[in-house]
């Protein structure tokens, strides 16, 4: 069976750039988490989205992330204008069910992502 | 500050021995999870446990819960060299509806 898919693996853009990570959960999961990891913060969740509604959005750093969950099998996060210090991993993990902390987690292998 | 803390952060041993490592909570759980990540992967998700529960195994993995110290360890039974990744405790307590992850216990087996 197909894991949670992440893309691209690895960006590298300018500051001020649009940057647009994609996740695509695993097929019949109902929740998704958006994440990020820094050797400094370690890792953190940004958002998470049950039933492809955003229920708390209370990790998103600031006005420049947003994410989206348009259906089922695809969400989008999107930081606008990009940053040096938004330089670090992104992971996507999906759930099946609803309580997504009360299941395992199931991560995608990330976007590496490099704000120069 | 984390909810998890993983000690020791880092671990090198021979393969086939055992490898330890624990992981400190501060606020009261409903579980706690273990993970493991390769470097440049995403993390794989290895036990759950519930705060009603003391002790899981799965396969060379053991781990243990005491909830009224409020830790748990990880024990990785005969290593072997693909067992090198770094461990990650997350747990539910402290901020509601999602998991919090400690920084991690890097371990190294050495062939």
């Known amino acids: 069976d197909a894991g949670v898919i992440q893309s691209p693996r690895h960006e590298v853009t300018e500051m001020g750039q649009e940057v647009t990570l994609r996740c695509k959960p695993i097929?019949?999961?109902?929740?998704l988490f958006w994440y990020r990891q820094t050797m400094m913060r370690g890792l953190e969740l940004l958002i998470y989205f049950n039933n492809n509604v955003p229920i708390d959005d209370s990790g998103m750093p600031e006005d420049r992330f947003s994410a989206k969950m348009p259906n089922a099998s695809f969400s989008t996060l999107k930081i606008q204008p990009s940053e040096p210090r938004d330089s670090a991993v992104y992971f996507c993990?999906?759930?099946?069910?609803?309580?997504?902390?009360?299941?395992?987690?199931?991560f995608g292998d990330g976007t590496r992502l490099s704000i120069l | 500050s984390q909810q998890g803390e993983e000690d020791p952060q880092a671990l090198s041993i021979q393969e086939g021995e055992n490898a330890t490592m624990n992981c400190s909570y501060k606020?009261?759980?409903?579980?706690l999870q273990w993970y493991r990540q390769n470097s440049g992967r995403g993390l794989v998700h290895l036990i759950l446990i519930r705060s009603n529960e003391r002790e899981k195994h799965s396969g060379r993995l053991r781990v243990t819960l005491d909830t009224s110290k409020k830790s748990s360890s990880l024990l990785i039974t005969a290593s072997r060299a693909a067992d090198t990744a770094s461990y990650f405790c997350a747990t539910d307590g402290a901020a509601g509806n999602k998991l919090t992850f400690g920084g991690g216990t890097r371990v190294l087996v050495k062939p």
């Open positions: 606020t009261s759980i409903n579980n």
């Open positions: 993990a999906s759930t099946p069910g609803g309580q997504g902390w009360t299941q395992p987690q199931h």
């Open positions: 097929s019949g999961h109902n929740s």
